[in-house]
C-alpha cells in the first residue's frame, strides 16, 4: 500500500509544478482580455438626459451649492433671539452674575462684563430679583436692567 501512496503523492505533486510553470510563464498573449462594454461620455450624458436626469460638471455643481447656501443664509433670520431670566440673591457678587449671563450665552467673556460693570460703578447698584435679559443687549443695556428697581 505504501508504493502506490508514494506514486500518487509524486503525480499530485508533478501535475501541481506542471500547472504552476505553465501559469506563471504562459504566454502574455494568450491571455484572455476582458472586454469593456463601457459607454462613451457623451452616450452616458444623453442616456441621462433621456432619462431626465440633470447632468451638471463639478464647476457648475459647486456653483449651484454656493448659490443655494447665499440664498438660504438670506432667507432665514440671522439667528434666533435668546432670553434668559437671571436670578439675582443678596450677596452675588458682579462676577458670579457675569459667569452667570456668560453660561446662558448672553455675554461672550464674563471677565470683560465684569470689568465693565465695576468700571462704570454699575458692580455697586445692582439689584435683587429676577431679570429677563437676551442676546441682542449691549453690556450698557444689561447693566442698566441689572441695576433698575
Excluded at 452667570?100 to 471677565?111: C, F, G, N
Excluded at 441682542?136 to 436692567?145: C, F, G, P, V
Amino acid at each position: 500500500m505504501r508504493p502506490v501512496l508514494q506514486a500518487f503523492a509524486s503525480g499530485l505533486l508533478a501535475a501541481t509544478l506542471l500547472l504552476g510553470v505553465v501559469y506563471y510563464t504562459g504566454n502574455a498573449d494568450a491571455k484572455v482580455e476582458k472586454e469593456t462594454n463601457e459607454p462613451a461620455t457623451e452616450e452616458m450624458i444623453a442616456k441621462l438626459k433621456d432619462d431626465d436626469y440633470v447632468i451638471h460638471t463639478e464647476k457648475e455643481w459647486k456653483q449651484l451649492q454656493t448659490q443655494e447656501e447665499k440664498e438660504q443664509s438670506n432667507s432665514t433670520p440671522d439667528s434666533y433671539i435668546r432670553t434668559y431670566e437671571i436670578t439675582v440673591s443678596q450677596g452675588m457678587s458682579s462676577r458670579d452674575i457675569s459667569k452667570k449671563l456668560e453660561k446662558a450665552s448672553i455675554i461672550e467673556d464674563a471677565l470683560t462684563f465684569n470689568d465693565y460693570l465695576i468700571e462704570n460703578g454699575f458692580s455697586k447698584k445692582i439689584q435683587t430679583g429676577n431679570f429677563l435679559v437676551d442676546d441682542r443687549m449691549d453690556r450698557s443695556e444689561l447693566a442698566e436692567t441689572l441695576t433698575s428697581e
